[in-house]
């Protein structure tokens, strides 16, 4: 009973890194198209709810009605927000100041 949910909440922790991958990595290309857009203010604000919604739905499937499968793959999607903070803060780094 106990390697069952063990399973379980390592494959929602895995699964909350990906949803993790996939809402920083949308933020990040939305931030290095603002420049190019018209209007930035609609392109955020429909690129953050688009991005939103999404994650909530991913979170809402692996949850599947049980409350330690959203903490697991909220714990994942934690984890990989500090990871690439801490990955861009150090390439960010060794740039050459503009």
């Given amino acids: 009973m106990i390697g069952i ?3 379980y909440l390592s494959l929602a922790f895995i699964a909350g890194m990906v949803l993790g991958l996939f809402y920083f990595g949308t933020l990040w290309l939305t931030i290095q198209h603002l420049p190019r857009m018209r209007r930035p203010e609609l ?4 690129s953050f709810f688009l991005r939103t919604g999404i994650t909530l739905f991913g979170f809402y499937l692996v949850m599947g009605g049980r409350w330690e499968r959203l903490l697991g793959s909220l714990c994942g999607f934690i984890v990989t927000r500090i990871f690439l ?3 861009l803060r150090s390439e960010r780094k060794k740039l050459p100041p503009t």
Avoid at 43 to 46: I, S
């Fill in 85 to 87: 903070t801490r990955r």
């Fill in 43 to 46: 392109f955020t604000l429909g």
């Fill in 5 to 7: 949910n063990i399973f």
